[in-house]
């Protein structure tokens, strides 16, 4: 079992920046993939960036160049670094982590609001 604890949102105007943190319950070394997600009103989740175990990342492509995943393996923490934040980027974030161990299995934090507007 793995949990996982989101901070990092709050209101920020178009333009602006925030850095979302996502602390594990366990190792993240031993998580084969760490991402983050985002869900707005009426629409369905969607990726915006993830990383492997061996550091690969992925991108939406509407968020290349702004966003950046990172993580810190001694305090079990992935952040994303969102920059030049649109109004249209408003939504819930969520941290997932995906296990590979026999079977797939998703992981899911609590969700953190980011509201951009001015």
């Known amino acids: 079992q793995v949990q996982l604890v989101e901070s990092g949102g709050g209101l920020v105007q178009p333009g602006g920046s925030l850095r979302l943190s996502c602390t594990a319950s366990?190792?993240?070394?031993?998580?084969?993939?760490m991402g983050w997600y985002r869900q707005a009103p009426g629409r369905q989740r969607e990726l915006v960036a993830s990383m492997t175990s061996g550091g690969r990342t992925n991108y939406a492509d509407s968020v290349k160049g702004r966003f950046t995943i990172s993580r810190d393996n001694a305090n079990n923490t992935v952040y994303l670094q969102m920059n030049s934040l649109k109004p249209e980027e408003t939504a819930v974030y969520y941290c997932?982590?995906?296990?590979?161990?026999?079977?797939?299995?998703?992981?899911w934090g609590q969700g953190t609001q980011v509201t951009v507007s001015s």
């Open positions: 997932n982590a995906r296990t590979l161990s026999g079977r797939l299995i998703d992981y």
């Open positions: 366990v190792s993240i070394a031993t998580i084969n993939r």
